[in-house]
């Protein structure tokens, strides 16, 4: 059975005193059977890697720069996220593509690079709500992931969970039904295993994103589809977040 999966994607938000004590919360908690990973904003990464580093909690940087080093005034590289102890990278954030003009070869070459450094890459797609209305919803799904992971080898799947992130539910309260969810995510592992030619073996965990709170987790999270949550505003609060990661352990 696969092991699932919740991120906290904590975007623009905590000082690091503040990060340092929802981090201390986590950090506290028997979370067996399930992968806890969070992703503070870069100012507080240090001070959480200190916090965690003896734990099974996880951290993840929320974006990296797809150099490794250089004049890139701003930007973080991946060797910097790795020496802060992040083995996670969240990549192609519908925030990312949409405020800052990620691009899907931006996203693949980011995908490339963290599989090549040993991070575990959270690669992020999901549809806008024009793209669902105008019924293009699985072929913007495919395009996404198959310019997303271009070139991977079989193997690289060992390494990649996949979040599924309806752009219309990110932030707005609105989550996709748990239909909806499934009908996508089963369509993405139907194009990673019979399009990409993944392995079906060591499979890729497919994670749903949007909207996902202490009410529609259980729901979400009990669907066989759903390997668990990358949770934006719920994993701000320690009791919110504890909720959800409970659900992910008692579908
Ligand atoms: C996200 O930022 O990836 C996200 C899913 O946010 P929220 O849970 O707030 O919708």
New binding site residues.
């Given amino acids: 059975m696969t092991t699932p999966l919740v991120?906290g994607?904590w975007?623009m938000n905590m000082l690091a005193s503040e990060a340092c004590n929802l981090a201390q919360s986590l950090a506290d908690l028997p979370v067996e059977g399930v992968d806890v990973v969070i992703a503070p904003p870069f100012t507080s990464l240090y001070a959480v890697s200190q916090i965690i580093k003896n734990t099974r909690l996880g951290l993840a940087g929320q974006n990296f720069h797809s150099e490794l080093k250089g004049a890139y005034t701003g930007e973080v590289s991946l060797e910097m996220l790795k020496d802060v102890g992040c083995k996670y990278a969240?990549i192609g954030?519908?925030?990312r593509r949409q405020l800052f003009g990620e691009s899907d070869a931006e996203v693949n070459k980011k995908v490339h690079l963290a599989i090549e450094m040993g991070f575990n890459a959270v690669i992020?797609i999901g549809e806008t709500q024009e793209q669902r209305e105008a019924g293009e919803t699985l072929k913007v799904i495919e395009t996404q992931l198959c310019r997303g992971l271009a070139g991977l080898s079989g193997e690289s799947i060992a390494h990649l969970a996949v979040?599924y992130?309806p752009v219309w539910?990110?932030?707005?309260?609105l989550?996709a039904a748990p239909e909806q969810a499934v009908e996508v995510h089963k369509f993405i592992r139907k194009i990673l295993f019979e399009t990409q030619g993944f392995s079906v073996k060591i499979g890729a965990r497919i994670l749903y994103?949007?909207?996902?709170?202490p009410d529609n987790c259980k729901e979400l999270l009990s669907e066989e589809e759903i390997d668990g949550?990358?949770?934006?505003?719920?994993?701000l609060n320690f009791e919110s977040f504890y909720a959800i990661i409970k659900s992910a352990l008692e579908p």
């Fill in positions: 991120v994607n975007k969240l954030h519908s925030e992020c979040a992130e539910a990110i932030g707005t309260g989550n994103g949007g909207s996902v709170t949550a990358l949770v934006g505003g719920a994993s």
